[in-house]
Structures are given as structure tokens and as C-alpha cells.
């Protein structure tokens, strides 16, 4: 398991651009794919998108091209860079880690306890 810590929420009006992060610590060297996902009240939780360790990148449909998942050097934090959010973008946001047991088999490594994101007038 590792500790994931979220940052980056808020409040933003439709069309404007939110960056949010996420700082892994704990057991790092056995973090493979990390990715963002999505809950919001009354809807089917989603992920967001997902990036693994090699870089390969996978994106919901309702944020391709607004969306940008990316690691740092050292592939302890993973960014998600939103741009031209919408209302429907209005959920909490979680950072998650996945260990790779097998090539293509993946197990939780840990969860972020969230952040607020809010697009509204």
C-alpha cells in the first residue's frame, strides 16, 4: 500500500482550467499505473484517465481533449490538467495506484481521500 495525497480542487467557472495533483509516498517502487477518478452525487463513478509506468495514457471519452494525465521524473506524483471544464466535470476527484502482479493484471496499491472539484457560475 501507499499514501496518496490530493491537491489542487476547487471552484471554477465553466471553460476555466484546474490543475490537480497527487504526492504518492510509502512503498513507491511498487506503483505501476496511476490515474484519476471521478464520483458524483446520483452517477456511476468513472475513471478518468490512467497512465502507466511506461507513459501510455487512456482517457474517458467525455474528457478527450480536455484532459491531460501526466508523472513526474521519479513517477511518484501523477497531474491531471483540465481544461474547458464543463458542469458535468463537477465531482470528487480521486488519485489512485495500481501494482501491476502480472503484465496486464493489476492490484490497488492505495487511494486518495479526494478533492472537491466544483464548475459553476
Known amino acids: 500500500q501507499v499514501q496518496l495525497v490530493e491537491s489542487g480542487g476547487g471552484l471554477v467557472q465553466p471553460g476555466g482550467s484546474l490543475r490537480l495533483s497527487c504526492a504518492a509516498s510509502?512503498?513507491?517502487?511498487?506503483?505501476?499505473?496511476m490515474g484519476w477518478y471521478r464520483q458524483a452525487p446520483g452517477k456511476q463513478g468513472e475513471a478518468v484517465a490512467t497512465?502507466?509506468?511506461?507513459?501510455?495514457?487512456k482517457y474517458a471519452d467525455s474528457v478527450k481533449g480536455r484532459f491531460t494525465i501526466s508523472r513526474d521524473n521519479g513517477k511518484n506524483s501523477v497531474y491531471l490538467q483540465m481544461n474547458s471544464l464543463k458542469p458535468e466535470d463537477t465531482a470528487v476527484y480521486y488519485c489512485?495506484?495500481?501494482?501491476?502482479?502480472?503484465?496486464?493484471?493489476?492490484?490497488?496499491?492505495?487511494w486518495g481521500q479526494g478533492t472537491q472539484v466544483t464548475v459553476s457560475s
Open positions: 497512465i502507466a509506468s511506461g507513459g501510455s495514457t
Open positions: 489512485k495506484a495500481d501494482h501491476m502482479v502480472v503484465p496486464g493484471v493489476y492490484e490497488i496499491a492505495g
Open positions: 510509502g512503498t513507491i517502487s511498487s506503483i505501476d499505473a
